[in-house]
Nanobody, 124 residues
Framework: QVQLVESGGGLVQAGGSLRLSCAASGSIFSIYFMRWHRQAPGKQRELVAG??????????NYADSVKGRFTISKDSAKNTVYLQMDSLKPEDTAVYYC???????????????WGQGTQVTVSS
């Protein structure tokens, strides 16, 4: 089993910044991907940013709505992913969820886990 602990959410004024963290622990051989999703009231959950392990480098991807404002990064030694959110807008208000794909043994399947979510509220 893998546990995800998210932190860093809160209330911020438009134009401000927040940094989300998600630490993975438990039965982990390696982490294939780490992503952030968000869900606003009345809307579907959407992918915000992701970082995927490649053979020689990591690949990042972002939703168009956050490109240039959000930055995803990770600390592999700590199995932790971060989401630096700058120039926040009221429309960024949502519950943010961490999502990881984990290999729990060599050659095994990728198992997907979700965090409990952290609220981000941006006031105008």
């Amino acid at each position: 089993q893998v546990q995800l602990v998210e932190s860093g959410g809160g209330l911020v004024q438009a134009g401000g910044s927040l940094r989300l963290s998600c630490a993975a622990s438990g039965s982990i051989f390696s982490i294939y991907f780490m992503r952030w999703h968000r869900q606003a009231p009345g809307k579907q959950r959407e992918l915000v940013a992701g970082i995927t392990r490649g053979s020689t480098t990591n690949y990042t991807n972002y939703a168009d709505s956050v490109k240039g404002r959000f930055t995803i990064s990770k600390d592999s030694a700590k199995n932790t992913v971060y989401l630096q959110m700058d120039s926040l807008k009221p429309e960024d208000t949502a519950v943010y969820y961490c999502n990881v794909g984990v290999l729990q043994d060599y050659g095994g399947p990728i198992r997907v886990y979700w965090g409990q979510g952290t609220q981000v509220t941006v006031s105008s």
